[in-house]
């Protein structure tokens, strides 16, 4: 397994300073964010996939080596089944030309929501997501593209108290994979939200294991006084908090050896959403530099 993390944690910082930093530091991949498009979210502003040229992708990759480091994953967080259909398609464009971008980078791994249409239930909202996702992962398998769909739950994503991601736990996942039975549709797995909700993601990774693609090292920390005072339902009172590996409560030993014992061999990306190491990009880069060093513990 190599170690690396996720570029959303340093937004407004020059991909190719990125890229510098990292290989100096000793990290092995990274897993940029792409442009974002959704009303009201920021620009992600790493890698603009709508002007990446060949050229472009070239030089991008070559800086890459010349610092040792992989692009282990592009990543793309829309609502895919977003309920406004101009969006939805606008969305949907744009992920396409992630998968682009990827083919063009060499990179065969796309991350991504499913999304979650605000107006409908949530099995109609699995049945609404099949043909959708049907003709991205035919696109994406045309240009030997695979897509591992982040297990983010999202809630109050779209309507405060609503799943916004409909892809969250091992029941959704096998029925849409019973319904998708293709090689590139698989996982971005993610532990900590799945702890979070109370899942059991050793047994996860057990069941899934050849749907993992790639992985994300993010922590959980459960706030025991908001849930003795709000519980874990109360809109606006968020009963836990994403912290860098080893600094919450998943059984990373444990976990990482599941992975390895269950074939996996990919990338350990940190998503970085850790309030204690965040607010400078001096203290980002301090978090990420300690989430590699407690992963280092567990990987040869």
């Given at each position: 397994?190599?170690?690396?993390?996720?570029?959303a944690c340093l937004r407004g910082v020059p991909l190719e300073d990125i890229v510098r930093w990292s290989g100096a530091n000793g990290f092995q991949t990274l897993e940029l964010t792409s442009t974002t498009i959704s009303p009201g979210r920021p620009a992600e502003?790493?890698?603009?996939v709508e002007n990446l040229t060949q050229a472009k992708a070239d030089?991008?990759?070559?800086?890459?080596a010349d610092n040792g480091i992989e692009i282990s994953c592009l990543t793309c967080c829309e609502n895919n089944l977003a309920a406004d259909p101009a969006q939805?398609?606008?969305?949907q464009a744009h992920l396409r030309q992630v998968i682009d971008a990827a083919h063009r980078l060499g990179v065969r791994e796309v991350s991504a929501f499913v999304g979650r249409n605000h107006l409908t239930s949530l099995q109609e909202n699995i049945e609404e997501a099949v043909p959708v996702f049907r003709n991205i992962l035919s696109y994406a398998a045309d240009r030997d593209v695979r897509i591992g769909i982040e297990n983010w739950p999202g809630f109050?994503?779209?309507v405060e108290g609503l799943i916004g991601n409909i892809f969250m736990s091992p029941v959704v996942w096998e029925q849409m994979f019973d319904a998708l039975p293709v090689d590139n549709f698989g996982l971005n797995f993610d532990p900590s939200h799945l702890y979070m909700m109370g899942i059991d993601y050793i047994q996860a990774v057990k069941d899934f294991s050849e749907r993992i693609f790639h992985v994300h090292t993010k922590d959980t920390e459960i706030l025991d006084d908001v849930v003795a005072r709000a519980g874990m339902f109360m809109p606006r009172q968020r009963f836990f908090r994403y912290r860098i590996p080893g600094m919450g409560e998943v059984d990373w030993p444990r976990f990482i050896s599941t992975?390895?014992?269950h074939g996996y061999d990919g990338p350990l990306s940190t998503e970085h959403e850790d309030p204690v190491w965040?607010?400078?990009e001096e203290k980002v880069k301090q978090g990420l530099i300690l989430a590699k060093k407690y992963l280092s513990t567990y990987v040869a």
């Open positions: 397994m190599k170690i690396g993390f996720l570029t502003n790493v890698l603009d030089a991008l990759l070559s800086l890459c939805r398609e606008r969305i109050g994503a779209q992975l390895s014992e965040s607010g400078t």
